[in-house]
């Protein structure tokens, strides 16, 4: 089976994710956990004060 390959620019790419319900600092290190679990993502950032997260 081959591998699946992906365009450089895609696997370079930084998005942003807005976090409802995002109130306590717990909330962000589980957040981060459970993002940076999912395939390609390399990493993750959480903010508790904007409530949004950063994944590359």
């Known amino acids: ?3 699946l390959t992906l365009p450089k ?3 370079t ?3 942003s994710l807005s976090i ?3 109130v306590r600092t717990l ?3 589980l957040v ?3 993002l ?3 395939p390609g993502v390399t990493e993750a950032t959480t903010s508790l004060a ?3 997260a950063g994944v590359r």
């Open 1 to 3: 089976m081959n591998a």
């Open 9 to 11: 620019d895609v696997l």
């Open 13 to 15: 790419t930084a998005n």
């Open 20 to 22: 409802e319900g995002l």
């Open 27 to 29: 909330c962000v290190g």
């Open 32 to 34: 981060e956990l459970a």
């Open 36 to 38: 940076k679990a999912v």
């Open 50 to 52: 904007t409530k949004w």
